[in-house]
């Protein structure tokens, strides 16, 4: 379970990214994160994982506050798949790029092993295991970078903009997988049919704060809530 | 843009070969580094006139690559990238040392000829040793035994980021390229007035991308102190892997093998 208790996160430069945010996102549920470009939803995500640190509130995974001590358990807890998957596979194999987490877990080689054929089988890619990421198309860069995060054996994931540069078949298979992970999920994305198949919840971001939080199907189809959020409502 | 990306494929193609299983690929990397190390201090300690007793050393690169099956070509082609370094730094020789060292089928060879063979092959062997050396370790697990050793955090560090982000680097270069190419269809090239722009502008996007890749590994539990991994025991083989290695070495290095020659021609 991620708990998030009224975290406000400012650049250097003095903009304020996200202010005040309160949201809690349970075992095993959904939620889509809309808004506009810049609205923090991105920032949002990295703040849960420690990359981005708010400078007040609270954030804490399975009741784990998150803290300096704390951070490597958060990390190992809510896995992050960043919205361009060349981000994340960056090791001369497949297999190295799932490896990579488990080995900094510090697990032995055979346990490394094992959950890396656990995470690839598990999203039908077992057969990638030895090539390299350069020669994937964009739709298997995505499972493997979900991979990667898969073998860290999260509770929660966190994803931004999954859909991003998909092909529609890339993008149904994306939307099946995601459906059989019994995981819990933040996802932020702009595709609000996506969102609606994936997610029950949905929560509307403007500048920075909880515009919205309710049913998604509900939501974006509200014309005037999602025009005041800067996104267009699904027809 | 495909070829850039075949090309980027090509760079970590011997870091591929890592993964193959071989007995010189199963080795401790501890050993395998201090062969490497060993091998590199003895041939530079040599004389640079001194090819004739260098010429043995040859066996050491010959034979890990036939125990490990590492293809010639791929070391072979990489040593090439190198080659023009190494004439440079020993042309000036064949100007300079026009002194006779022997003669050869009526040929005056002179010293500075040796002595540009001598850099030539010098150059040839350490670069072959260090290629060899990745060509049956992972990266991962040599930058890992470097901490081990207690080499500066900061050097490996920025040792493996290097290594990563040459993709990285080529990959923006690359997009960049071609959208800027697109956009000049009378001109052929990047045009010098532009280069300095697509310079900057390439060096601000790498960093930009470098530090998503950078937070995308800290997402999945990296860091630099836990990259140290477990300390592995030596077994019995990787202490016969390394006397299997280094005592010849220490041998040739000690015994002046010119004698030999002069009995065996």
């Given at each position: 379970m991620i708990e998030i208790k009224n975290i406000s996160v400012t650049y250097p430069d003095g903009t304020s990214a996200i202010s005040d945010i309160s949201l809690a996102i349970g075992d095993g549920e959904s939620a889509a994160l809309i808004g506009a470009n810049g609205a923090g939803k991105t920032t949002l995500l990295l703040s849960i994982v420690g990359v981005?640190?708010?400078?007040?509130g609270l954030i804490s995974v399975d009741g784990i506050e998150l803290g300096k001590k704390s951070l490597s358990e958060v990390r190992r807890r809510v896995g992050m798949v960043f919205q361009d998957p060349d981000d994340q596979l960056f090791m001369p194999l497949i297999y190295d790029d799932v490896a990579f987490g488990p080995r900094n877990l510090g697990l032995s080689e055979e346990a490394v092993e094992k959950r890396v054929d656990a995470a690839l089988s598990s999203l039908g890619?077992?057969?990638?295991?030895?090539?390299?990421?350069?020669?994937?198309?964009g739709g298997e860069k995505r499972i493997a970078a979900i991979a990667t995060v898969l073998a860290m054996e999260p509770t929660m994931m966190i994803f931004d903009e999954p859909t991003a540069f998909l092909d529609p078949k890339a993008r149904r298979n994306l939307i099946n997988l995601l459906r059989r992970l019994p995981h819990g999920k933040l996802i932020a994305t702009h595709d609000l049919s996506f969102a609606e198949e994936v997610c029950p919840r949905a929560i509307l971001l403007k500048n920075g704060r909880i515009f919205a939080d309710g049913r998604t199907g509900e939501l974006i189809r509200d014309d005037r809530l999602m025009d005041e959020c800067g996104v267009e409502a699904l027809r | 843009m495909a070829d850039i990306r075949s090309k980027i494929a090509d760079i970590y193609s011997l870091e591929q070969l890592s993964l193959k299983k071989s007995w010189v690929h199963d080795r401790h990397p501890l050993v395998k580094l201090a062969s490497t190390f060993l091998f590199i201090i003895l041939v530079v300690?040599?004389?640079?006139?001194?090819l004739a007793r260098l010429?043995?050393?040859?066996f050491y690169p010959v034979i890990l690559m036939a125990l490990s099956e590492t293809p010639w070509p791929i070391v072979l082609k990489r040593f090439a990238l190198t080659l023009p370094f190494c004439l440079f730094a020993g042309i000036s020789n064949v100007i300079f040392e026009r002194k006779t060292a022997f003669i050869l089928m009526g040929l005056n060879i002179s010293v500075g000829v040796v002595s540009l063979f001598s850099i030539v092959f010098r150059a040839f062997l350490c670069v072959t040793a260090v290629l060899l050396l990745i060509a049956v370790t992972p990266m991962s697990r040599i930058t890992a035994q470097l901490r081990r050793l207690h080499l500066p955090d900061i050097f490996v560090t920025l040792f493996e980021m290097l290594y990563r982000y040459i993709a990285v680097l080529l990959g923006e270069a690359s997009t960049m390229y071609t959208a800027y190419m697109l956009r000049s269809t009378?001109?052929?090239?990047?045009q010098m007035r532009h280069m300095g722009s697509f310079a900057g502008q390439l060096l601000i996007r790498s960093y930009d991308r470098a530090e998503r890749v950078y937070n995308a590994m800290k997402c999945r539990g990296y860091d630099s102190f836990a990259a140290r991994g477990k300390k592995k025991r030596l077994s019995a083989a990787d202490y016969l892997y390394l006397a299997a290695t280094c005592l010849p070495l220490i041998a040739l290095r000690i015994i002046d093998v010119r004698a030999a020659y002069s009995i065996v021609f």
């Open positions: 981005l640190p708010a400078e007040r890619i077992a057969h990638l295991r030895d090539r390299s990421s350069l020669r994937l198309s | 300690s040599f004389d640079r006139y001194e010429a043995p050393f040859i009378e001109f052929k090239g990047l």
